[in-house]
């Protein structure tokens, strides 16, 4: 069954460090989105992606975050500086063939730890 | 806009008990809605989903939810509950229409007693 992969699994980092964290979304969706998790709280929407450009991003996706899809399979989260409330599980998703339904089909997250 | 509340961020019920997760919606448009299960330290797994026709939906590992409008509810369900079910419970939401998005909910973790 197609799975939506992330790597690393967990990354500890100095604060003011940057970060980038890997995904690959299933191969032909179209609409891949990066939300984060931070320890006990409810999972966040930060950016949602299609056509090769962002089509949404929330108000916590700020100028210190970028996402790329650099090849037509990867798709990356960049936190240019790490600050410490930063640190939570970033997960990743992917959606759509030729129709969003709105079924994000998830990574197994990538666990952000800043020091 | 819209958003989802999930009443009681614990519950607490005996094996072989109804498992009951209340969920309530606000959108503008036609909901599509979802609930998804995180079990400790793993991802989110989709139980199931509602988008159109029957309101009652049924998911995986003996799961089911019924989308009422008119009460603006999508209950999550299970008859007997198993061990194997503790996990924390998200419901979401598809913002669909402009901004396609899920709109996830508080969680609720549901514990489950011998």
């Known amino acids: 069954e197609p799975e939506v992969t992330q790597t690393p699994s967990h990354q500890v980092t100095q604060m003011g460090q940057e970060v980038i964290l890997r995904c690959v979304p299933i191969s032909n969706h179209l609409y891949f989105y990066w939300y984060r998790q931070i320890l006990g709280q409810k999972v966040e929407f930060l950016v949602s992606?299609?056509?090769?450009?962002?089509?949404?991003k929330s108000e916590i996706f700020d100028d210190q975050f970028s996402v790329e899809r650099p090849d037509g399979s990867n798709f990356t989260l960049k936190i240019r500086s790490t600050k410490l409330e930063d640190s939570a599980m970033y997960f990743c998703?992917?959606?759509?063939?030729?129709?969003?339904?709105?079924?994000?089909?998830f990574g197994e997250g990538s666990r952000l730890t800043v020091l | 806009a819209q958003s989802v509340t999930q009443l009681g961020s614990h519950v607490s019920v005996s094996e072989g008990a109804l498992v009951l997760l209340r969920c309530n919606y606000s959108s503008s448009v036609p909901p599509y809605l979802f609930w998804y299960v995180q079990y400790p330290n793993q991802g989110l797994q989709l139980l199931l989903k509602?988008?159109?026709?029957?309101?009652l939906v049924k998911g995986i590992n003996g799961f089911e939810a019924e989308f009422k409008k008119s009460e603006t509810s999508f209950h999550l369900t299970k008859p007997s509950a198993h061990m194997s079910d503790a996990a924390e419970y998200f419901c979401?939401?598809?913002?669909?229409?402009?901004?396609?998005?899920?709109?996830f909910g508080s969680g609720t973790r549901l514990l489950v007693r011998p």
């Open positions: 509602y988008t159109t026709g029957a309101t």
């Open positions: 992606f299609y056509n090769n450009e962002i089509s949404e």
């Open positions: 998703a992917s959606s759509g063939l030729a129709v969003n339904t709105g079924e994000l089909f």
């Open positions: 979401a939401v598809f913002a669909g229409d402009s901004s396609y998005k899920l709109i």
